[in-house]
């Protein structure tokens, strides 16, 4: 007979909170810890699990009503956080503390939805980079590097903590030429920047980001044109850092000017520089680690978010080396 676990919960409104509409905070729970869910009146069951596999779904389902009885309505990407940072346990075995989820969630002012962190290294980044001037984070494709970044800075800049956002990139194409393109520096400089606007698409209205641009409240840059500048109450993100070179690392980090945060994200992994031309990147984590000041996070694939195949194709292709 397989293993399960029963929990009764007192009422239905406490029933239809914890398995969200058409159960689908259920169907997140099953997906992320295994096993098969059925209801049935107010019972909820777990079958097909091992006694690890149903501490944790205990542990889930009381966090999930404790959220519920507070007056919350637990999204789906609430519970995937969730159970996300509970599969990952602590030395003692114990599931981890439903603190570092909500210690470490991003609410961005108009924004579309809270932002969790999908275990306790995405938590880690971004306590980081509250914490610190400068933070790095490296990892591979899908580990929510920029989008956590994007984030975090508009959670700043919305709530007028921050007067500025700075996005920049170096502008390295991926393998071919695009030749020449048309139009002014914005519109040359749009299509390397895309991923970034992607993410605040996704998180804020698309009027809320035209707003901040028609105040320049949000710059884009390109990388070279940095050098000279001192940027001060701002949030400046620089992304693909791995296609920098150590001048130009040496220059954008030497913008940051008072009251300024800076993150810069990218994946050493997929480096689209010439042949015999070191990363910026790279060099930069090497002499930087343990400078008081600087956060350095590492993402892995156990963290990547984007789509659960996208794991799959990173460790084949890590598998190959």
């Known amino acids: 007979m397989e ?12 029933l ?25 009146g107010n019972e909820i069951s777990f079958i097909g699990v091992d006694e690890t596999g149903q501490v944790r779904f205990k542990t889930v389902i009381n966090n999930l009503i404790h959220a519920v009885q507070e007056g919350e309505c637990p999204s789906a990407e609430y519970v995937e ?39 306790r290294n995405q938590a880690s980044y ?25 984030a975090e800075a508009l959670r700043l800049l919305l709530s007028k903590k921050m007067r500025k956002l700075v996005l920049t990139r170096p502008v390295v194409e991926a393998g071919e030429s695009l030749g020449y393109l048309p139009g002014d520096l914005a519109q040359k ?13 996704a998180l804020v209205p698309y009027e809320t980001i035209r707003h901040l641009e028609d105040t320049r409240a949000i710059e884009v840059a390109p990388l070279a044109y940095m050098r000279g500048r001192s940027l001060n109450d701002s949030v400046v993100i620089l992304d693909e850092a791995q296609n920098t070179t150590k001048e130009q690392m040496k ?54 978010v984007r789509n659960p195949l996208i794991k799959k194709i990173i460790e084949a292709y890590d598998a190959e080396k």
Do not use: W
């Open 189 to 201: 400089i749009n299509p390397y920047l895309r991923p970034l606007y992607d993410a605040m698409e």
């Open 16 to 40: 239809s909170g914890v398995c969200g509409v058409n159960d689908q905070n259920l169907k997140v729970i099953a997906g992320c810890l295994g096993g098969r869910i059925h209801t049935r």
């Open 126 to 150: 971004i306590k980081g980079m509250r914490e610190h001037d400068i933070s790095f984070c490296v990892g591979p494709a899908g580990t929510g590097k920029t989008y956590l970044a994007i």
């Open 81 to 119: 956080a969730l159970a996300g940072i509970f599969v990952q346990e602590d030395d003692s075995g114990m599931p981890k503390s439903l603190s570092t989820l909500r210690d470490n969630l991003i609410q961005i002012p108009q924004g579309f939805t809270k932002v969790f962190p999908r275990g």
């Open 251 to 304: 220059m954008f980090l030497t913008r940051i000017g008072r009251g300024t945060r800076a993150v810069i994200t990218g994946d050493i992994t997929q480096t689209d520089l010439p042949r015999r031309i070191d990363s910026g990147l790279v060099h930069a984590l090497s002499i930087l680690t343990g400078v008081e000041g600087i956060y350095i996070a590492y993402l892995n694939t156990g963290d990547v």
């Open 3 to 14: 293993e399960s676990i029963t929990i009764v919960l007192d009422n239905n409104e406490i």
